[in-house]
């Protein structure tokens, strides 16, 4: 299957620094990239979706300021975390699709980053 | 609004089968996935059913109703490393996809 590849897996950052995670599309065009945060024991809650050369959708209540998304090519889209806090701390998850012809296809999962915020 | 119902948590025993069900509500539908996601892990795909019926591939299964909005996802010949959260998605008529809050699936010896 296509492969997605978010870097770094695991990060430690001190309070009011700013951390950046990448995601790459290994072997597919994606256009439209998710991003996803996951508190320990509940589901994935979307914070923002991108599309190539465009600005991102933020959820309600995730702010695009603090979250700042970049999806400047098919094959890369970046979510910085600026002025990290502790309440940040979490696992962040990218995942990749390429919408062809009107069809859906599956979402391709990164690995997942843990944030960890001191 | 959007919304996907599945239950929170289902215990099964080794070697047995168990059904994990979705419902959905979503302005309009272009799919349903099921993903398996270990503590600690990113998801991993199961399954995409977008017509009506049941979808095979080995030990798992998954069906769809559209009319129902329903759907299900079947585990036969359960082993220890099935246990995990099972994660129902549904894509809507912008192709955003909607989460369950998954099931967590424990398996007993």
């Known amino acids: 299957g296509a492969v997605v590849s978010q870097h770094p897996s695991r990060v430690i950052c001190k309070s009011g620094t700013s951390v950046k995670i990448e995601c790459r599309s290994l072997d597919f065009q994606a256009t439209t990239m998710f991003w996803y945060r996951q508190f320990p024991k509940q589901s994935l809650m979307l914070m923002a979706t991108?599309?190539?050369?465009?600005?991102?959708?933020?959820e309600q209540g995730v702010e695009k300021d603090k979250f700042l998304i970049n999806h400047a090519s098919l094959t890369l889209s970046t979510l910085t975390v600026t002025s990290a806090h502790p309440e940040d701390s979490s696992f962040y998850i990218c995942?990749?699709?390429?919408?062809?012809?009107?069809?859906?296809?599956?979402?391709?999962f990164g690995q997942g980053t843990r944030l960890t915020v001191v | 609004g959007q919304n996907i119902d599945q239950p929170t948590e289902m215990t099964a025993t080794e070697g047995a089968i168990v059904q994990i069900n979705c419902t959905y509500q979503t302005s309009g539908f272009n799919g349903l996935f099921w993903y398996q996601q270990h503590a600690g892990e990113a998801p991993t795909f199961l399954s995409y059913?977008?017509l009506d019926g049941l979808e095979e591939k080995g030990r798992f299964s998954s069906f769809l109703s559209r009319s129902k909005g329903y759907s299900y996802l079947l585990l036969k010949e359960l082993q220890m490393k099935d246990s995990a959260s099972y994660l129902c998605a549904v894509t809507d008529s912008n192709y955003q996809l909607i989460w369950g809050a998954g099931t967590k699936l424990i398996i007993k010896p």
């Open positions: 059913n977008v």
């Open positions: 991108s599309n190539e050369g465009s600005k991102a959708t933020y």
């Open positions: 995942s990749a699709r390429a919408v062809s012809q009107g069809l859906s296809t599956e979402a391709f």
